[in-house]
């Protein structure tokens, strides 16, 4: 019953934008706040983003900052995660994850995920 359902991810060039959305259902999303994760083949999970339940952008990894905005729509029950600039070090699977209220680096305070998108930035 409780869901969230990445979508947006595919194959771009370096330099190329995505945005990826992250619908939730079965449960009001503007009571948690929201996570998004990657993980690249053999590498560690890494906490990218998280924006609190009331909106407020909380966290970006270095990595991404100047590149990447995080932003939730409470209305549609949707948080996105826009990524421009994109580098072939960007290369993973996206998770969308989230816990009550308040941002957390920790990816193990975050007890709801999604399955995943991958992103590609390739040549």
């Known amino acids: 019953q409780v869901q969230l359902v990445e979508s947006g991810g595919g194959l771009v060039q370096p330099g190329g934008s995505l945005r990826l959305s992250c619908a939730a259902s079965?449960?009001?999303?503007?009571?948690?706040?929201i996570g998004w994760f990657r993980q690249a083949p053999g590498k560690e999970r890494e906490g990218v983003s998280c924006?609190?339940?009331?909106?407020?952008?909380?966290y970006y990894v270095d990595s991404v900052k100047g590149r990447f905005t995080i932003s939730r729509d409470n209305a549609k029950n949707t948080a996105y995660l826009q990524m421009n600039s994109l580098k072939p070090e960007d290369t993973a699977v996206y998770y969308c994850?989230?816990?009550?209220?308040?941002?957390?680096?920790?990816?193990?305070?975050?007890?709801?995920w999604g399955q995943g998108t991958q992103v590609t930035v390739s040549s």
């Open positions: 994850a989230t816990r009550l209220r308040w941002c957390e680096s920790n990816a193990d305070q975050y007890k709801n």
């Open positions: 079965g449960f009001t999303l503007g009571s948690y706040a």
């Open positions: 924006v609190s339940s009331r909106g407020g952008t909380e």
